[in-house]
């Protein structure tokens, strides 16, 4: 396993992070333990929920299937670097969702009460609250800090704007601030690389892709479909962009067929040559899929794939951060750097065990 530096901090977390929005909904809870003693026993270290996660079988349902796990003991609580997050809604009533004050506080000791834990690693903001000022939000987790609830605060699906203004808030405060971002970036995907990646490096920041294979979308679908197999998500979204973008799908698995890749971990491949990337979030249902995901870090793609993925996923804009990949499209810009729709950053330095 390869392990890197979490943005700005000193913390060491696995270049995949295991995401767990399936435990306890898709997959049971036994096959969760399993597959959580699964990603320990492969390296990973960098666990991923959240406090709506599982909520179809009660609020918190994902938490708790994890604060089992660790209170099956092994060390399982040491080894894991945990991150959760909140603002969605838990409960009824107007102060149950959000990032006051109070709702963070009281969000954090049922996290706490349901992880089975005394300690979060990354409490992440999943959305900015346009309602809250930074200030009551800084105040607020640096108490939890302080009570040494939390380790490190992260955010998530936040513009590169508001990166910025969360970062010189708690810098007004002397306040560490935010330590990572996780957003929705990958193939399909690459909106990140106007502002929200640029902003992040510049900041510092870890970038954490979520969806990394778009709901199934870079997994195989057409061939598996093709096969007979179930394809995973039937959801109007993904079936809709499914039709809009077969063209570029069936050159991807052609492609991936080519190269005697899979398409799950060409995908992931990709994510991990990103510059700014620090570890995308696979969210496996099965044990195999979690193998399957880890081999991606042995994949090292060359400059005609690479170019390749480029002219089947155009990056936005004409290849080059905000604001200047929408000057450029006007024609009276400069050229964009040739970073192929990355933020130009010094690569991660790895170490290996």
């Given at each position: 396993?390869?392990?890197?530096?979490?943005?700005?901090?000193?913390?060491?977390?696995?270049?995949?992070?295991?995401?767990?929005?399936?435990?306890?909904?898709?997959?049971?809870?036994?096959?969760?333990?399993?597959?959580?003693?699964?990603?320990?026993?492969?390296?990973?270290?960098?666990?991923?929920?959240?406090?709506?996660?599982?909520?179809?079988?009660?609020?918190?349902?994902?938490?708790?299937?994890?604060?089992?796990?660790?209170?099956?003991?092994?060390?399982?609580?040491?080894?894991?670097?945990?991150?959760?997050?909140?603002?969605?809604?838990?409960?009824?009533?107007?102060?149950?969702?959000?990032?006051?004050?109070?709702?963070?506080?009281?969000?954090?000791?049922?996290?706490?009460?349901?992880?089975?834990?005394?300690?979060?690693?990354?409490?992440?903001?999943?959305?900015?609250?346009?309602?809250?000022?930074?200030?009551?939000?800084?105040?607020?987790?640096?108490?939890?800090?302080?009570?040494?609830?939390?380790?490190?605060?992260?955010?998530?699906?936040?513009?590169?704007?508001?990166?910025?203004?969360?970062?010189?808030?708690?810098?007004?405060?002397?306040?560490?601030?935010?330590?990572?971002?996780?957003?929705?970036?990958?193939?399909?995907?690459?909106?990140?690389?106007?502002?929200?990646?640029?902003a992040a490096?510049?900041?510092?920041?870890?970038?954490?892709?979520?969806s990394p294979?778009?709901?199934?979308?870079?997994?195989?679908?057409?061939?598996?479909?093709?096969?007979?197999?179930?394809?995973?998500?039937?959801?109007?979204?993904?079936?809709?962009?499914?039709?809009?973008?077969?063209?570029?799908?069936?050159?991807?698995?052609?492609?991936?067929?080519?190269?005697?890749?899979?398409?799950?971990?060409?995908?992931?491949?990709?994510?991990?040559?990103?510059?700014?990337?620090?570890?995308?979030?696979?969210?496996?249902?099965?044990?195999?899929?979690?193998?399957?995901?880890?081999?991606?870090?042995?994949?090292?793609?060359?400059g005609e794939?690479?170019?390749?993925?480029?002219?089947?996923?155009?990056?936005?804009?004409?290849?080059?951060?905000?604001?200047?990949?929408?000057?450029?499209?006007?024609?009276?810009?400069?050229?964009?750097?040739?970073?192929?729709?990355?933020?130009?950053?010094?690569?991660?330095?790895?170490?290996?065990?």
């Amino acid at each position: 396993m390869e392990y890197t530096h979490l943005g700005h901090t000193g913390l060491s977390v696995s270049r995949l992070g295991l995401g767990t929005m399936n435990f306890g909904s898709h997959t049971t809870e036994s096959d969760s333990h399993v597959m959580m003693d699964r990603a320990l026993g492969l390296g990973l270290n960098f666990f991923d929920t959240a406090d709506i996660y599982g909520r179809k079988a009660a609020p918190g349902g994902t938490e708790a299937v994890i604060g089992r796990w660790f209170a099956r003991g092994g060390g399982r609580r040491d080894k894991v670097v945990l991150a959760t997050k909140v603002y969605g809604r838990t409960a009824e009533g107007p102060n149950n969702k959000g990032l006051s004050a109070r709702r963070l506080i009281q969000a954090c000791d049922a996290s706490l009460k349901r992880l089975r834990t005394d300690w979060i690693d990354v409490y992440q903001m999943h959305h900015v609250d346009r309602s809250t000022p930074w200030e009551e939000i800084w105040e607020a987790i640096g108490t939890l800090v302080a009570q040494g609830k939390v380790r490190y605060a992260g955010s998530c699906n936040f513009a590169g704007w508001h990166l910025v203004s969360a970062q010189a808030a708690a810098e007004n405060r002397h306040h560490y601030g935010l330590v990572s971002e996780q957003c929705h970036y990958n193939l399909l995907a690459r909106d990140a690389e106007l502002d929200v990646i640029p902003a992040a490096t510049e900041l510092g920041l870890g970038v954490l892709p979520w969806s990394p294979l778009h709901g199934g979308l870079l997994s195989g679908v057409l061939g598996r479909g093709a096969a007979g197999s179930a394809v995973r998500s039937t959801s109007a979204r993904v079936s809709g962009e499914l039709a809009r973008r077969r063209r570029a799908l069936a050159g991807y698995e052609a492609l991936c067929a080519e190269r005697g890749v899979h398409p799950a971990v060409m995908a992931l491949a990709w994510l991990l040559g990103r510059p700014a990337v620090t570890a995308p979030l696979v969210g496996p249902r099965t044990a195999e899929q979690l193998d399957l995901s880890v081999g991606a870090l042995a994949v090292t793609l060359d400059g005609e794939t690479l170019a390749r993925l480029d002219a089947l996923f155009p990056p936005v804009g004409s290849g080059g951060p905000a604001p200047g990949a929408w000057l450029d499209r006007s024609g009276y810009g400069e050229p964009p750097p040739a970073c192929s729709g990355s933020s130009a950053a010094a690569p991660h330095e790895h170490a290996r065990s």
